[in-house]
């Protein structure tokens, strides 16, 4: 029989050890004694993403926003409801997304006073300016979003705002601008100031840009700090994916072509376990990659249409398959 008490101890214990699957059994154990108030049910949500089990995290996540409003805690109410709604974008379910985030805007206008939370609610801004091609704007919303977070000493929205913001500079052709930025969210997270998704968003977020910069030095310091950061969480799921896509591409530009494709083969397993279809079509679009160079055509053209499958556009990949087999049309 579960002693509740003993369980959520015990659950408490192995999320700040970041033995994410121990958490989870032992939250969950917790919950179905006695339902967990919002503080538990947010080490639960966490326990869950990191593990790989997004479907439960969101759940979860919601339990917690209704959780918060009971306890009269609208600012907590608020972050969930961001996070839950920047969750269903990124999976393209951007009707509810936006309903979500309408609700976290609504709430927060009814308080009438200054709050980091508002800061949050402006990367949902930084997103759709860079989506419609206002790069300039995007950069304006997230130096704002920065701001907010150093002013209320939110290293997680702070480290958020200024990475995406140095990704925005290099993509304006402002690349020691956006390096530096760069850099520097990358101290929070090496000082371990940040919180587990964060440090996650953070890490892959920077390699992005670090490889659209061309600065496979960095990105490859970074990407071994990744891989580190993994390792000593033995039970993630989250993030290990994006990091084996990572390596996957380093390993094809030194030319270890049979490691990349190994690697490339791993992601796309660990990605599919996650329940991470959209990284799942960049691990795909790598081993496609691979292929390619490798000259193996035949597996390059279905590892393409399996990451078209999982909505990654083939391109330039598979333009260049074509001109590898003759068909230039």
């Known amino acids: 029989m579960v002693d509740p008490a003993a369980a959520l101890e015990r659950g408490r214990e192995t999320y700040e050890s970041q033995a994410w699957a121990e958490a989870c ?5 917790a919950d179905r004694c006695s339902p967990l108030d919002a503080g538990d049910l947010e080490r639960l949500s966490t326990s869950l993403y990191m593990a790989g089990r997004e479907e439960e995290y969101l759940e979860v996540l919601e339990r917690v926003y209704h959780a918060h409003l009971q306890e009269e805690e609208e ?8 996070w839950i709604g920047v969750n269903l974008a990124r999976g393209g ?6 309903g979500w985030l309408g609700r976290a805007a609504r709430l927060l206008d009814r308080r009438q006073e200054d709050s980091v939370e508002r800061g949050y609610l402006l990367l949902p801004t930084v997103f759709e300016r860079e989506a419609r091609g206002d790069l300039d704007g995007a950069a304006e919303a997230a130096a704002e979003a920065a701001a907010i977070g150093e002013r209320f000493a939110d290293d997680d929205l702070y480290a958020l705002a200024a990475h995406e913001r140095g990704h925005l500079l290099i993509r304006s052709g402002r690349i020691s601008d956006g390096i530096e930025l760069l850099d520097e969210s990358m101290v929070a997270v090496s000082a371990g100031e940040l919180s587990p998704i964060v440090s996650g968003i953070v890490y892959c977020g920077v390699i992005l840009a670090c490889r659209d910069a061309q600065e496979v030095r960095r ?3 970074w990407t071994a700090a990744l891989s580190a950061w993994c390792e000593q969480q033995p039970d993630l799921v989250a993030f290990t994916g994006r990091c084996l896509i990572h390596r996957a591409e380093l390993m094809q530009l030194d030319g270890a072509w049979t490691d990349a494709l190994e690697a490339a083969d791993r992601a796309r397993d660990r990605c599919l376990a996650g329940e991470n279809r959209g990284a799942a079509g960049e691990a795909c679009y790598r081993q496609g990659e691979v292929h390619r160079v490798m000259g193996e055509h035949t597996s390059a053209e279905q590892a393409y249409r399996e990451a078209s499958g999982h909505g990654r556009e083939p391109q330039p990949g598979l333009a260049l398959l074509r001109l590898a087999q003759g068909n230039a049309e």
Request: no cysteine; net charge neutral.
């Open 25 to 29: 059994e032992q939250l969950q154990a």
């Open 75 to 82: 600012l907590g109410a608020v972050r969930a409801a961001f």
């Open 93 to 98: 379910q951007i009707g509810p997304a936006g």
């Open 219 to 221: 990105a490859k310091e």
